[in-house]
Structure formats: structure tokens, C-alpha cells
């Protein structure tokens, strides 16, 4: 039998994009990978995990890699650190390491890693197993004015659960691409500069992923997010920035159980027809939705209609104060509507910049009851390689 641990895994699996609400009425959106939908870095994580349009930075790869040729630097890398479901277990990580190289003064390429533990498992026999996911991309950005850059990256994704091998399950992989679009520009707001900046990114557009050969096939986390910010000065020293995103996950919504109850005059509430609800769902053909077509899908597909399509936008706003473009302190607010995944947080955090390398960290404060993500932390180490040149004399 699987002990307590492996239960408390796979209701983590569920947990990064659900919580706890009435089950008739919570209907979230299921997909695969959900480690692809976790925020990495730590700047953003503290601007309530957001970053389409924010200042480019090193760790824009996840966000919008259409930001990199904007960057100052010429190139740079990061790693980001976050101990997750600290309130649930003691052993689950999220590590990611980007970084960027621009070509010339209009282009640049950028590739990131994310490795996503889940710690070790006891199981029966006294086996230990260590599932994982792991998502490795690159991209390719290019300016096309000079207010204007799009980018499209390509990623490998591959999720080891090794849960249940006992029944033929087996490690799934699945290969995506995302396009990013950024625009910026000066704004005059009665007689100060400011930088406006918009920014689009469709990410995770690819194939499902299977963990029994193809039998069955999960929707991997494809999203839309868009985003704006404006970056005001207040003075030669101080900035202060204002950025917002709103995503929809472009997945069809899976028929619910209560559908399933009513379609067949069953009383709902009653739980004793899960595994006829498992054939009644291959029925609806709802395991047979191209990628594609789910995408199209997913914004007219909702049980509850167009009321219920708006819950399913989720985003979040955030504010940035910088000094001297040295040190940074933020705050932001995260929302999901409460039956499609209850994700309600503030969040906190600052920076400390050098000319080599930039400490970013994040700090989670749920406003929702028994939130698992409640005092998630995130770090963040960037290096600056223009930096690291000047410093060894290159």
C-alpha cells in the first residue's frame, strides 16, 4: 500500500493549482506538469507573480523571453531556490537556472532549466523513489523596431512520478513552444519620462503528455498571459512601477462528476460512481481533444457559460520601489477565483544589487483558509556577466 507521503504527493500535484472549496461547485482546469505553472523566480514572486511586461531582467525566460533584447547587460545568468508546500512536507524543491546572451544589438538567445523534486518516497518493500519533473527550453528573441522584439522558445518537458509502476505507469514526456511578443516606450506623464510596456506570452503550446504509453493522454499547463507595466521616476535616484498580468489557461474544462451525476439521474453528492464517471468521461471524448482544438476550445467550453469562462481568469498586480537601481523592495497581490483554484495571496519582497551579482528574495502570505502555499519562500542569485568581465579585467 502507498503510506501517507505518496498520498500527500499527489494531492500536491493538485494543490499548485487547486484548493480546498464545495465539490459541486469547484471546477478548476486539470493538466499535467503542473510544476510548469510555478512561479521560479523570486523578483516576480514577490510582484504576486507576474512578470509579461515588468523590466527586463535575467530571469525573463519563464515571463516573456521577448524582453532579453531590451536587456541592459549584455548577458547574465540566474539560479532560483524555492522550498514549496513547506506547510504540507519538508522535502520538495523548485530549482531553475536561466540565462542569456545578446547578439549584436538587436537579438539575443536565452535557455532555461527547471527541476522539480518531490523528495523521497517510501513505498512498499522499503523501496525509496524520487519523482521528479524537469522542463529544459531556449529561445531566440529579435527586436523588430525600437519599441517592438518577439521571441519563440521550444521545450522538452519530462515528469517522472514513479508512483505507481506497479500498475504499468511509466515517465511522460511532452515537447512545447512558446511566442512572446513586448512593446515599450517613453510616455510623457505631465512632465516626467515614464516607460510603458505590454506584454504577451503563449506559452506551453505543444503536445499532451501520457504516463501509460499512450493509453491516456493529459493536457499539459498551455496559458495566455498578458501583461502591462508603467515605470515612473520620481526623482535622479528613485523609480517606483506599477505591472499587472491576467492569464487563461487554454485547456479545455474536463466534465465533472456532478455533470456526470445529473446526466445519468444520479443524486448528487453520492461518490459511488467514480469509476463509472472514468468511463462516462472517455465517452464525452474529451480524452481525444487535439492540443489544438483544446486551446480554441477552452474559451467556450465551460459548463456554466461565459460567467464561468471570466472565473477562469486568474493574474495578479504588483509594485516595485528601486533605488539607485541598487536596492528594491516589493509587494503584490495574486487572485483565482475560489471554484477554479482559490489561489488568493499577497506577497513580499526585496533586492540588493551589486555590479556583479543581484539577492532577490520573495515571501507568500495566503489570504485563503488552509492554503498549502501559505510562507512560501523564493531566492534568487543572479550574475551580471558584463559585471564579471569588468571585475577580472576582460
Sequence with gaps: MMNKRILTMLLMAMMTLVAVAQKEQFNPIYTGVTSLSIAPDARAGALGDIGAA????????????????????????????????????????????????????????SGSLTYFSLGEVFVENEMVIKPYEMALDVAYSRMLS???????????????????????????????????????????LGNRECMLGFGL?????????????????????TNLRLGASLLVPIDEYNTISFSADINKLMVPTRPTYGQFLDENGYEQGDNSYYSEYQTWLESTGYNDISPISGMFKSFSDAPGGFSEEL?????????????????????????????????????????????????????LISTAQS????????????????????????
Design 311 to 363: 472565473k477562469e481568469i486568474y493574474g495578479g498586480i504588483g509594485v516595485e520601489y528601486c533605488y539607485n537601481q541598487q536596492f528594491s523592495v516589493r509587494g503584490g497581490y495574486h487572485y483565482e477565483n475560489e471554484y477554479k483554484g482559490n489561489r488568493k495571496y499577497f506577497t513580499v519582497g526585496a533586492g540588493f544589487r551589486m555590479n556583479v551579482f543581484s539577492l532577490d528574495a520573495a515571501y
Design 201 to 221: 506570452n503563449a506559452s506551453n503550446i505543444g503536445t499532451k503528455i501520457s504516463y501509460d504509453d499512450g493509453a491516456t493522454n493529459e493536457f499539459i499547463p
Design 54 to 109: 515588468t523590466d527586463p531582467d535575467v530571469n525573463s525566460q519563464y515571463w516573456n523571453p521577448a524582453k532579453y533584447p531590451f536587456n541592459i547587460a549584455r548577458a547574465g545568468m540566474s539560479m532560483s531556490y524555492t522550498p514549496w508546500l513547506r506547510q504540507l512536507v519538508s522535502d520538495i524543491d523548485l530549482i531553475n537556472l536561466a540565462g542569456f546572451y545578446r547578439i549584436g544589438d538587436y537579438s539575443a538567445v
Design 371 to 394: 492554503n498549502p502555499l501559505d510562507q512560501t519562500l523564493r531566492f534568487s542569485l543572479s550574475f551580471d556577466m558584463d559585471g564579471l568581465n569588468a571585475l577580472f579585467g576582460r
Design 146 to 188: 525600437e519599441t517592438f522584439s518577439a521571441a519563440i522558445a521550444l521545450r522538452y518537458i519530462h515528469s517522472d512520478l514513479q508512483y505507481n509502476y506497479a500498475e504499468d505507469m511509466s515517465p511522460g514526456s511532452a515537447f512545447a513552444a512558446d511566442i512572446a511578443l513586448y512593446y515599450n516606450n517613453y510616455i510623457l
